[in-house]
């Protein structure tokens, strides 16, 4: 008899359930009645605490399209997890070890992003027979050229510039939009283009104000009497990319405004005059039903990692690496961030339409 125990960590996006019900079909396919999967509730909490369920054939129907996780999730810092367990002088580290074996797993698949995929190395490390498969919004996980959770995500804040263009032109205005990524810029870089934004700021890039204005009052004096800039919400500007890391999280500290969106808004609006505003669609960007891309992404990834556990390649992360899923190890995946290339055929794209990156 197999078992199989499944979490998913970190922030929810588009795809999660349809990556489990792909590792549970995949599973049921290749095992038939020989195996258990048990469903960990909250991440690697669940782990933790031992709280998880046995799940059957019949939880799985019906999630395809279903937005979210139906095992819940939670954020568990990498950082603390050889620290005590609360109200335990047990490390966070030895309590899911213990559940791990408490459980009698023969296999641990882990659905997350760059934090949850340190952890999942760390556990391969000790021992446990680990599979992980590659979520995010921000596409920011290294090794895999897509995550699941990413066209969702640009989709939706494509919407928004969509439907922010025809307010912006009935008033004439400048509209930010603010959308998620706070270390790189994927999702901003994609939805800016496929939104028709005039300015798209990442973090790659650190923007200059003057050029940012200079920009805008370009397209004032062609008669375009509106707008639209696309603003990671981790853009920076380039007299914060000399700062140190101190430094840079002092000054973000000191900002009046809520966000950097707020703080273009103010210094774009006192150096032109002209009338801003910002939206933030926020957790918008991670809701919802999965696209089809990512439903077929996702049961992609899931029968992959089925196939993993099949043939015991355990400690590897299932990837899309030139349109073919690959595996590739969590000992090369944890740690490292996939930053946008700011010489890569995208960024040069948008230039060349004439897009500026306020550098």
């Known amino acids: 008899m197999k078992k199989i125990g499944i979490l998913t ?25 020989d195996v258990e999967i048990y469903g960990i509730r909250d991440g690697y909490r669940g782990l933790i605490e031992g709280d998880f369920h046995r799940m059957h054939p019949e939880d799985f129907s019906g999630i395809l399209t279903l937005g ?7 954020r568990q810092p990498f950082k603390l997890m050889k620290s005590a367990a609360e109200g335990s002088e047990t490390t966070k580290l030895e309590k899911m070890k213990d559940t791990y074996s408490k459980m009698g797993l023969d296999c641990l698949v882990v659905l997350g992003g760059n934090g949850t995929h340190k952890t999942a190395n760390l556990l391969s490390e000790e021992g446990l027979n680990v599979v992980s498969l590659p979520k995010t919004i921000d596409n920011d996980l290294w090794g895999t050229d897509m995550t699941f959770g990413f066209q969702s995500a640009v989709d939706i804040a494509t919407h928004v510039l969509d439907c922010i263009h025809t307010t912006a032109t009935s008033h004439g205005r400048v509209f930010i939009v603010e959308i998620m990524g706070h270390k790189v810029g994927w999702l901003t870089l994609h939805a800016g283009i496929a939104g028709g934004a005039d300015v798209i700021l990442i973090p790659e890039i650190p923007y200059d104000i003057t050029k940012i204005v200079q920009t805008l009052e370009q397209r004032n004096q062609a008669g375009k009497g509106f707008s639209i800039l696309a603003v990671a919400e981790g853009a920076i500007s380039k007299a914060e990319s000399k700062m140190s890391k101190k430094e840079f999280k002092a000054a973000r500290a000191a900002m009046a405004e809520p966000s950097i969106s707020y703080r273009l808004a103010k210094e774009i609006g006192e150096l032109t005059g002209q009338e801003i505003r910002v939206t933030v669609p926020g957790h918008f960007q991670r809701g919802g039903s999965p696209c089809a891309y990512d439903r077929v992404l996702s049961t992609r990834f899931g029968a992959a990692a089925a196939r993993l556990i099949q043939e015991k390649k355990y400690g590897n992360m299932v990837a ?11 000992s090369e995946v944890a740690g490292k961030l996939k930053a946008v290339p700011t010489d890569c055929d995208t960024i040069q794209s948008a230039r060349d339409i004439g897009v500026s990156f306020g550098d």
């Open 68 to 74: 979210g996780t139906i095992l819940g999730t939670s």
């Open 9 to 33: 960590s970190g922030g929810d996006c588009q795809g999660l359930n349809a990556a489990i019900r792909g590792v549970a079909k995949a599973l049921y396919e290749e095992f038939g009645s």
């Open 320 to 330: 899309l690496q030139n349109n073919r899923i690959v595996a590739v190890p969590l």
